[in-house]
Structure formats: C-alpha cells, structure tokens
C-alpha cells in the first residue's frame, strides 16, 4: 500500500496509529517530534505525513511549513486535541499553512484510515 511517517510526542497514541495503519496494509515509520520526522522524510519521502501540531521542541506546525517549503508535493493530515476545525483554531491554521487535511483528536480508528485513504487517492 503507501508508506506513511507519523510524527506525534504521545507515544502511546502514535503506537495505535501506526497499528491502525499497519493493519490497513501500510508501511509505518514513527517519530517523536517534528525534528526527528523531518529526518525520517529526508532519508526515505513518504506517501503521507501524519503529523500532531502540539509537540515540544519542533511543533506541527513549524514541520508543516518547513516539509511543504522542501517537498511541496507532501501530503500531510494535521492532528490534534488542541482545537477543532472550526475557524480560528489550529487545525484551521495547519491547513492554511500548509496541511491538506485535518482531524481532531479523538478520532475513530475510521476516520483515521478514511483520511489518508482520501489524501492517497
């Protein structure tokens, strides 16, 4: 299937993304800050970037423009517990600024597969 890299400071929840996705068939690498994922994407592109927008160090959205600024064909999924989509919020800025789609935390194992389903096709 696709090679995704997901980028997210909880290791817990980035270990059940990277066995929801796994399971749909995908390749998984993992990262736990935008610094070390922009690493990763350097040695090997991936198909998707699944990043979190509130990290230490690195956050989202500074890996969103720094990737987007490198590699602008990247498909990237922002998430985040830190707003909504709604206007004004930061998922809303993700996509402004570089982010094609966006989901909030807590999602279903569903609509994470459903968006990177869209962001491949």
């Known amino acids: 299937m696709a090679n995704i890299l ?11 993304m990277r066995k929801i996705l796994e399971r ?17 994407y350097r040695e090997e592109a991936a198909d998707v970037v699944v990043t979190d927008l509130i990290m230490p ?17 990247v498909r990237i999924l922002a998430v985040s517990g830190g ?16 982010a094609d789609a966006a989901l909030p935390k807590p999602f279903t194992v569903e609509e994470l597969q459903d968006a990177v389903a869209r962001l491949l096709e």
């Open 6 to 16: 997901i980028i997210d400071d909880d290791d817990a929840l980035r270990g059940t």
């Open 83 to 98: 707003g909504s989509i709604d206007p004004g919020g930061p998922l809303t800025d993700a996509t402004y600024l570089g």
């Open 24 to 40: 749909a068939g995908h390749r998984v690498r993992e990262a736990p800050d935008g610094a070390r994922g922009i690493m990763l």
């Open 57 to 73: 160090g690195k956050e989202g959205i500074e890996t969103i423009i720094e990737l987007r600024e490198e590699y602008p064909g």
